[in-house]
């Protein structure tokens, strides 16, 4: 009977182990997008649970006209679509500073902002992970046009 109870359980254990997602630990890398200029961000992911996670991006715009820097943090939600395959939501917010010079005309601000996020991704055997996500933000006050900004986004991560 003990052998049968044993078993069983290791049976379950595994059936549980096998079907669970696979987020990685860490993973670092870029997420280049299209924000008003923030189309590079240098992206940090970090496991919370099983199915939670982390995400810090530093995004900075430079032109001859325009500069800012923004840093965003996001807490994600991760579910598995198949072997490798998940799909993400998230929310968060951030904060940045910006500076303008355009016609001679000279102006700097900082911003507080919301965001959430939305996205999907595979996790391929090696180490390497791709998503595509949408992230909108609210706020943004001086920066954004209407105070609202959004991006879609590839991202590529090196995971460890």
Excluded: C
């Excluded at 900075?60 to 994600?76: E, F, M, P």
């Excluded at 598995?80 to 500076?99: C, E, H, R, S, T």
């Excluded at 105070?147 to 879609?152: A, E, K, L, P, R």
């Amino acid at each position: 009977m003990k052998k049968l109870l044993l078993s069983t359980t290791l049976l379950f254990g595994f059936a549980i182990i096998a079907n669970a997602q696979e987020i990685s630990e860490n993973a670092l890398g870029l997420r280049l997008g299209s924000n008003d200029g923030f189309g590079s961000e240098i992206s940090y992911q970090r496991e919370l649970s099983a199915n939670n996670r982390l995400e810090l991006d530093l995004g900075w715009r430079s032109s001859h006209d325009i500069s800012a820097i923004k840093l965003t943090g996001l807490y994600q939600w991760v579910w598995n679509i198949d072997q490798g395959f998940n799909w993400y939501a998230g929310v968060g917010g951030g904060l940045g500073n910006w500076k303008s010079d355009v016609s001679g005309f000279k102006d700097s601000g900082t911003f507080v902002y919301a965001a959430g996020n939305i996205g999907i991704e595979y996790n391929f055997d090696f180490p390497l992970q791709l998503s595509l996500d949408l992230r909108p933000e609210l706020g943004g006050h001086g920066y954004y046009e209407n105070n609202y900004g959004s991006d879609i986004a590839l991202g590529v991560r090196y995971k460890f």
